[in-house]
């Protein structure tokens, strides 16, 4: 597609579930990053893929958020267990890449998924 | 390791007056730098980037930024604000094309536009 897309939009669940976020970013771009924003709050950095591979997951907040990304492109963030303080937008961007002498470009965002946990 | 600071948490500017939103940086490497602004309920955009061609740097809407490598500075300015200015904007840091390092984001400056 022509932008990075994100689903769902919206999602509510109970305390307790687990639930799936996707990434669908923007052909061609090999990094892919997840960060989380709660109201009012700036961006907190979750988790940053180079192809398949996670340089820096020093962001996933516990050992029940996880991510993985496959062929290069689409990426999923699994939160397992939710929490009511892990309601927030997650989102996500992808940039072209880094590394073996890439010039960095800016990264596009995707418009988020809202996640309540009730 | 690089990183990013963005020295006012929040900004309030009269319509029609200069607005100056200020961000230093730290990076091993020639960085590329951003700014980007998020409107209230709005995804992130791109208001301009920095990738070490000229230091001076315009984006869209009337903002500018001036890269300045001996203060490590790359702060954000437009000489009119307007009403519809007013949004969060966030500097970012991206590492040489030598790195293997994220983005990373600046903690943010509220803008604030008086009438």
């Known amino acids: 597609g022509a932008g990075v897309s994100q689903s769902p939009s919206n999602k509510v669940t109970e305390k307790g579930k687990d639930v799936e976020l996707r990434c669908d970013p923007i052909?061609?771009?090999?990094?892919l990053y997840w960060y989380r924003q709660s109201l009012g709050q700036g961006l907190e950095f979750l988790i940053y893929f180079q192809g398949n591979s996670a340089p820096d997951k020093s962001g996933l907040p516990s050992d029940r958020f996880s991510a993985e990304r496959t062929g290069g492109s689409v990426s999923t963030l699994t939160i397992q267990r939710t929490q009511q303080e892990d309601s927030a937008v997650y989102l996500c961007?992808?940039?072209?890449?880094?590394?073996?002498?890439?010039?960095?470009?800016?990264?596009?965002f995707g418009q988020g998924t809202r996640l309540t946990v009730v | 390791a690089q990183s990013v600071t963005q020295l006012d948490s929040h900004v309030s500017v009269s319509e029609g007056t200069p607005v100056l939103l200020r961000c230093n940086y730290s990076s091993s490497y020639s960085p590329s730098l951003f700014w980007y602004v998020q409107h209230p309920n709005k995804g992130l955009q791109l208001l301009l980037k920095?990738?070490?061609?000229?230091?001076l740097v315009k984006g869209i809407n009337g903002f500018e930024a001036e890269f300045k490598k001996s203060e490590t500075s790359f702060h954000l300015t437009k000489p009119s604000a307007h009403m519809s200015d007013a949004a969060e904007y966030f500097c970012?840091?991206?590492?040489?094309?030598?790195?293997?390092?994220?983005?990373?984001f600046g903690t943010g400056t509220r803008l604030t536009i008086i009438p």
């Open positions: 970012v840091v991206s590492p040489g094309p030598f790195g293997n390092e994220k983005l990373t």
């Open positions: 961007a992808s940039s072209l890449g880094q590394g073996q002498g890439m010039i960095n470009t800016e990264a596009f």
């Open positions: 920095y990738t070490s061609a000229a230091t």
């Open positions: 052909s061609g771009h090999t990094a």
